[in-house]
């Protein structure tokens, strides 16, 4: 084991630093922990342990993640926070209210810099490909706002490799800035899209990764072994629970509870070290509903994963 130290690893070939672990708000800050000392604990001692990457989406609690996040993180120098958000999901009823149109992103973008209370984003991603949007036109709209000084950097999030390949050749054809991060989901129990698809493609282009769901909706931590807890999040988002909830994937964090255990840590601990541990990652999106959660992720920062470790966790988790 080593001391708690924070590290910074670059957006891929940028200069910008993010830390290797981050704080993410989705179904959690202004949805499911409302809390306003709640929020301001966990945001507090996230940035005290050296957490610079805060990220958050306009749809996370309708506004209401970016909002609260926003009052707190406020409080802390602007220089020393990379800040995101997301556009692309339903933010209303109203027809134009969702999607990549450049009506859709240069409305959103100026609600999304309200709420939080900056004058602009460090990141700002697509949430989504949006398959009814010309790709130039959300491009153009990107690259304008980076002009605008609105947002550093934009990002894609969930895109597949081709799709990140057809971006990345539209703005070099075009001289448009290009997407400079992706962000997609990876844990110990979603590897074959990221490690086949999504990163050969995004280390080519030079992107960064900030990675989210690394304890793949908390199956990672064991809270499933014997069931599914009252209000936990995969008992009340049924659409979550196919994904990572299955008789196979329990048995295999069953047997990483042995490693963990010879490890002296947790099995999340080890499936977050693990996640930051893979080539290409820049950040690893964090979750917290509450102050001992946070301050147990991150113990993850004194874990090392070795050669060894690598491959017991492969022979546990193939694919």
């Known amino acids: 084991m080593k001391l708690l130290e924070m590290h910074y690893r670059p957006l891929g070939r940028c200069g910008t630093k993010v830390s290797q672990f981050s704080l993410g708000g989705w179904t959690t800050f202004g949805d499911s922990v409302k809390d306003a000392s709640a929020i301001r604990a966990i945001l507090y001692a996230a940035y005290d342990a050296g957490v610079n990457f805060f990220d958050m989406a306009d749809v996370y609690g309708a506004g209401e993640t970016e909002r609260t996040m926003g009052e707190v993180l406020c409080d802390f120098p602007r220089r020393e926070l990379v800040l995101s958000s997301k556009v692309?999901?339903?933010?209303?009823?109203?027809?134009?209210?969702?999607?990549?149109?450049?009506?859709?992103?240069?409305?959103?973008?100026?609600?999304?810099?309200?709420?939080?209370?900056?004058?602009?984003?460090?990141?700002?991603?697509?949430?989504?490909?949006?398959?009814?949007?010309?790709?130039?036109?959300?491009?153009?709209?990107?690259?304008?706002?980076?002009?605008?000084?609105?947002?550093?950097?934009?990002?894609?999030?969930?895109?597949?490799?081709?799709?990140?390949?057809?971006?990345?050749?539209?703005?070099?054809?075009?001289?448009?800035?290009?997407?400079?991060?992706?962000?997609?989901?990876?844990?110990?129990?979603?590897?074959?899209?990221?490690e086949n698809d999504v990163r050969p493609a995004a280390v080519k282009h030079g992107m960064g990764l900030t990675t989210f769901s690394p304890l793949a909706f908390g199956t990672l931590t064991g809270k499933y072994d014997n069931g599914l807890p009252e209000g936990s999040r995969l008992d009340q988002i049924e659409w979550l629970r196919g994904r990572t909830n299955t008789n196979i994937n329990i048995e295999r964090v069953r047997k990483m509870k042995y490693l963990a255990e010879s490890l002296g840590c947790e099995r999340s601990q080890l499936a977050l070290a693990w996640a930051a541990s893979q080539s290409g990652v820049s950040s690893v999106i964090t979750g917290a509903t509450k102050l001992e959660q946070l301050q147990e992720n991150l113990g993850a920062l004194s874990i090392e994963i070795t050669e060894e470790i690598n491959m017991e966790l492969d022979m546990i988790f193939p694919d």
């Open 88 to 194: 692309y999901f339903p933010m209303s009823d109203a027809i134009n209210d969702r999607g990549l149109s450049r009506k859709h992103i240069m409305e959103s973008i100026d609600g999304s810099l309200r709420r939080i209370g900056v004058d602009y984003l460090d990141i700002y991603f697509c949430h989504r490909f949006d398959e009814e949007t010309p790709l130039e036109e959300t491009v153009r709209a990107m690259d304008d706002l980076v002009h605008q000084g609105k947002i550093v950097y934009w990002g894609t999030s969930e895109w597949s490799g081709a799709q990140l390949d057809e971006v990345h050749q539209l703005c070099e054809r075009r001289n448009y800035y290009p997407p400079q991060v992706e962000q997609p989901r990876y844990s110990l129990l979603t590897r074959e899209r990221f």
